[in-house]
């Protein structure tokens, strides 16, 4: 007799099951694997649109917030303060939308098999990573050009701008992921969302230009601030606002443990409702 | 030995949604408010699905689900499956576990036939390293060697068929649960995967579980078969027995029907006794293969005084869809005074006309001028048309899912034009 035995009941409690994941991290890789393939096949440009999608964003943006509004970037150039804002958003947009869009476009699978449903956005969230680390090179290129000097507290503060980012689009994607299954018209607020968090993100603007103290604590909920916090800081040889940091780490945390538990926890009627 | 599935009190409770079977954040905000204002609470409409379902199968058993539709079997596989959890009750299985509720699940248009056979095998359970232990044969046996590396948007649905059925059938897992996927594309492709099947579970002892519609696959396929009535199993034994059990009790196909009373018209001038279906040989059957012509004849008795009158079948399948309705215009031409005494009305279904399934028939008698109905029965008759691959008929080798409301066998040329 084979050592597999499964053990089928009614859900109750919650688990993460991480060995079962495991078992799976084939399929993982195949989902993976297989959206970005079909990706860059279908489109005429292929992978250079991952290079063409954040370079003309940022020229765009170049030209309007700082050469038409003049807003200021301090001690360094606006095109680099931009990019190293946008490829971390990038990949947030991403992986949050797809993410949530993801068990409605698996419906049909979901009907007839069964595997960990965490593989399908987290196998989103992967795809989304892959063009960051694209977007990321394009970046270093750019701070080449322009002579920009990274600190070497980098090696710090970028692992964990990456980690904060990606626990939250992991966190809010996987909520909105399941909630979509349940109330089939909220992704038309997605977009909507998404645009909100656009604008309280210090993207186009430095955090330090909101003279509010009120709005900048509010502000610093919004955990993408504080990855761009620590991705900015290296750039301008500064450390990060540690406030800003610590308030966007714990809601990243608080999105990463709420999305998960409240996907856990319908995941298992989703074949029944999707 | 421990069996290698066990249920135990399995039940499964689905809500009764009105229309749509997923909720709108609309809905649940309007709901609320008028529930709130007019301060009532939703009803919802429960019902189990299945209930107290309990079965020991042994390892290299292979057993075959029916029932009729909403019986509950795909329910109940999809629970084995894991794919929706029960609402009450255990399983355990013991073994590797594949299930196959369908065919190329997750096959992608653009990705290459290669790469779909990695896709779809990794979806179904396989392991990267088998996949590509097995890949020579799988790519033989579907028989598109030629395209295996072109998208399979290029394909044919027949191609795309054939090379999902090349990976499922090298699954390797000890456990293996059917639903109905084996009615799939050509005849001796199906037959093909099934003795490739066969082979392997003979080979290695492999437990199966098989739904299916069609008896004369559970019958090759299965020893033993469980019945599915409203969601519980209302017999379970020998395939045959429980087939038997299932056709007489369940398909409700009755091909005669006897008033011992008598049906009498308005007048009491005719009285209808008997109503029977048979072939051109005169046995009396209820079931007929497509190409097969149907003969009914019902027998009636004009009791006091001639009377002249004709005759009208209704036939409606098991969607309760009108096929046609037929007045028998002939003798209703000839406009016959039929003296007293005993009659035999025969009409011929012509073969080549029904598709599969289950039909009834509704008969009348009513003088043709002026038309006046004199007796009109419903649900007389119910009779089963099925498929004879042997005969020539109008679906030639084509096993899958082929629907239409008939079945005629119609005249085809081609001629070449240069």
Redesign the interface.
């Known amino acids: ?2 050592k ?8 109750s409690g919650f688990s993460l099951a991480v060995k079962e994941l495991w078992q799976y991290r ?2 993982f890789y ?1 989902f993976t694997w ?1 959206d970005i ?2 990706k860059y ?2 489109t005429y440009l292929g992978i250079l649109w991952a290079l063409i999608q954040p370079l003309g964003m940022m020229l765009i943006f170049t030209f309007i917030f700082s050469k038409t509004l003049q807003i200021d970037s301090g001690n360094i150039v606006y095109p680099v303060f931009v990019l190293a804002a946008l490829v971390l958003w990038n990949f947030f947009n991403a992986a949050v939308s797809n993410a949530a869009e993801s068990m409605i476009l698996h419906a ?8 960990p449903r965490l593989i399908i956005p987290g196998s989103t969230l992967l795809v989304a990573f892959f063009d960051f680390l694209i977007g990321l090179v394009i970046f270093f290129v750019l701070c080449l050009y322009y002579h920009q000097a990274i600190e070497w507290t980098a090696i710090f503060y970028f692992p964990a701008g990456i980690f904060v980012v990606v626990f939250s689009a992991f966190g809010l994607g996987t909520f909105l992921a399941a909630l979509n ?6 992704r038309y607020t997605l977009p909507f969302l998404m645009q909100l968090l656009f604008f309280a993100s210090q993207i186009i603007y430095p955090l330090t230009a909101v003279k509010q103290s009120w709005l900048h604590y509010l502000l610093a909920v919004n955990p993408m601030n504080a990855g761009i916090e620590l991705f900015r800081s290296p750039l301008y040889h500064t450390s990060p606002d540690m406030q800003v940091v610590g308030i966007g780490l714990a809601s990243a945390l608080l999105l990463f443990i709420t999305g998960l538990i409240y996907f856990r926890k319908t995941e ?2 989703f ?4 | 030995m421990k069996p290698a599935i066990e249920i135990r009190n399995l039940g499964k409770e689905y809500k009764l949604m009105e229309a749509e079977p997923y909720l709108s954040l609309r809905d649940v905000l309007s709901n609320t408010a008028k529930n709130i204002l007019r301060g009532k609470k939703k009803r919802k409409n429960k019902f189990w699905a299945l209930e107290d379902i309990n079965a020991d199968i042994m390892p290299g058993e292979r057993i075959g689900i029916i029932g009729r539709n909403g019986a509950g079997k795909s329910t109940l596989l999809k629970i084995i499956s894991r794919i929706t959890p029960p609402t009450k009750g255990e399983a355990f299985l013991r073994g590797r576990v594949s299930s196959l509720l369908e065919v190329g699940t997750g096959f992608h248009n653009e990705l290459t036939g290669r790469e779909n056979i990695y896709l779809n095998g990794s979806i179904l359970g396989l392991k990267r390293k088998e996949i590509k232990q097995n890949l020579d044969e799988i790519i033989v046996f579907s028989g598109v060697e030629k395209f295996i590396d072109t998208p399979i948007k290029h394909y044919s649905s027949g191609m795309k068929m054939r090379l999902a059925f090349s990976v499922a059938a090298h699954l390797n897992a000890e456990i293996l649960l059917i639903d109905e996927v084996l009615a799939v594309g050509d005849i001796e492709f199906q037959k093909k995967c099934l003795g490739k099947m066969e082979e392997v579970s003979q080979q290695e002892g492999r437990t199966i579980l098989f739904v299916s519609h069609n008896m004369d696959s559970i019958r090759n396929f299965c020893s033993k078969s469980l019945l599915l009535d409203v969601g519980k199993i209302i017999h379970q034994g020998n395939t045959n027995e429980v087939i038997n059990s299932y056709v007489a009790n369940h398909l409700q196909t009755q091909a005669q029907k006897q008033w011992p009373e008598g049906i009498f018209s308005y007048d009491k001038n005719i009285k209808l006794r008997k109503t029977f279906l048979h072939t051109k040989e005169n046995k009396i059957t209820s079931r007929f293969d497509t190409t097969e012509r149907i003969g009914l004849s019902f027998e009636f008795e004009v009791l006091h005084h001639q009377a002249s009158f004709t005759h009208g079948i209704n036939l409606y399948n098991q969607e309760a869809v009108n096929i046609f309705n037929s007045h028998d215009v002939i003798t209703a031409k000839e406009n016959l005074q039929k003296e007293p005494g005993q009659y035999k009305a025969t009409v011929w279904i012509p073969g080549n006309l029904l598709p599969e399934g289950i039909f009834t028939i509704g008969i009348a008698l009513f003088s043709a001028n002026p038309v006046d109905v004199m007796i009109h029965e419903q649900n007389v008759v119910n009779f089963e048309v099925f498929t004879d691959f042997s005969k020539s008929n109008a679906r030639g080798r084509y096993a899958e899912d082929f629907p239409g409301i008939i079945r005629p066998l119609l005249d085809w040329e081609t001629i070449r034009l240069g």
């Open positions: 007799m084979s597999f035995t499964h053990h089928i009941q009614p859900p084939e399929l195949f297989r393939k079909v096949k279908q049909p699978i979901i009907k007839k098999i069964y595997f299954v349940k109330f089939r018209d909220f298992a009627y074949a029944d409702i999707s």
